[in-house]
C-alpha cells in the first residue's frame, strides 16, 4: 500500500516547544497571583499528564488544599489557561522554530503530493502561533486534517487523536506515517495501527520508545547529517521522503506496521 499522508505530533515534533509552554505556564500563574513555579524537573514529570488543563488540574491535585481552596483553585483553571495559551503565543511568535528536517519534510511530500495532517493535545491557538512564526500565514492551509486539543476526549496515550486524524483523511492506518516526540504519543499513534517515527526531545529522552518502529535523534537535513549511531535503520544519513516511503513499505511486507 503506497504512503499518502503524514500525520505529525506538534509539541517536542514539529517544533521543541515544551520549554516555552513551561514559560507560559509559570507567567501566567503570576499574572493570576498563583505563587507556583514549574522548574524544569518538576514540568519534566507533569508533562506525563498530556492537556495543559489536565496538568494544572494535577498540580493543584498535588498541593492537597482543603476543599474550599481546593475547588477555588478548579474554578480558575480555564482562566489561567486560557492566559497561558496567550502568553505561549506572545512567546512563540518572538522565538518559534521548526525542529531540524521538520520544514524540508513537510515541503518534500507536499511536492510528492502526499497529504498532510496534525493529531496533538496541544489548543489550536498554540498550532497557529507555532505555523505562522516558522512557516508563514497561509502554513495552516498545508494541513489537510488538524485534529487537536479538546477535540477528541481522550487524550494521549488514548489512540482518539489518531484516529480522527485518519478519519478526517479518509485513509486507512496502512497508508499513513505518524511522526512523535513521546511515549504516550507513541502509544496513541501505535494503538491507531499507525508506523511510527520517534524523534524524541530532551523532556523525553528517557521515556520508553520501544514501541515506534524508527527512533531518530531527530529527521536530520542535508546540512545536519544524524550521527551513525543515531541512523542504524537508515540508508541515508537524514530522514529524507524516498527513506521513508522504502521503511513504511518495508514494515508492511514485514506485517509489523499492524
Ligand atoms: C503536548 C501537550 C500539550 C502541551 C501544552 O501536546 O501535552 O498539553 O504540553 O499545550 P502534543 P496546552 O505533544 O500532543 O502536541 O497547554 O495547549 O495543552
Ligand atoms: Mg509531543
Request: proline letters at 4%.
Amino acid at each position: 500500500m503506497t504512503l499518502e499522508a503524514l500525520i505529525f505530533d506538534v509539541d517536542g515534533t514539529l517544533a521543541d516547544t515544551e520549554e516555552f509552554h513551561r514559560q507560559a505556564f509559570n507567567a501566567a500563574f503570576r499574572e493570576h497571583g498563583l505563587d507556583w513555579h514549574w522548574n524544569r524537573p518538576a514540568y519534566g514529570e507533569l508533562l506525563h499528564t498530556t492537556g495543559g488543563k489536565e496538568r494544572i488540574l494535577r498540580y493543584i491535585d498535588s498541593l492537597g488544599e482543603p476543599a474550599e481552596r481546593d475547588a477555588a483553585l478548579r474554578a480558575q483553571v480555564p482562566l489561567v489557561h486560557r492566559s497561558k495559551t496567550r502568553l505561549f503565543g506572545e512567546i512563540v511568535a518572538r522565538t518559534g522554530k521548526l525542529r531540524t528536517g521538520v520544514e524540508r519534510l513537510l515541503r518534500e511530500a507536499r511536492d510528492k503530493g502526499l497529504r498532510l495532517a496534525l493529531a496533538s493535545t496541544t489548543t489550536p491557538a498554540n498550532v497557529e502561533a507555532l505555523l505562522n512564526s516558522t512557516l508563514g500565514d497561509g502554513a495552516l492551509g498545508w494541513f489537510d486534517a488538524m485534529v487537536l486539543g479538546d477535540q477528541v476526549v481522550n487524550k494521549k496515550p488514548a489512540p482518539d487523536v489518531y484516529l480522527a486524524a485518519l478519519a478526517r483523511l479518509g485513509l486507512s492506518a496502512q497508508r499513513c506515517v505518524a511522526f512523535e516526540d513521546s511515549s504516550h504519543g507513541v502509544k496513541a499513534a501505535r494503538a491507531a495501527g499507525l508506523y511510527t517515527v520517534a524523534t524524541p526531545t530532551f523532556w523525553t529522552v528517557d521515556q520508553n520508545f520501544s514501541a515506534a518502529q524508527l527512533v531518530l535523534p531527530s529527521l536530520g537535513d542535508p546540512e545536519h547529517h544524524l550521527p551513525d549511531e543515531g541512523r542504524r535503520a537508515l540508508r541515508v544519513p537524514y530522514l529524507d521522503l524516498a527513506e521513508l516511503v522504502r521503511l513504511h513499505a518495508a514494515s508492511l511486507t514485514e506485517g509489523k506496521a499492524a
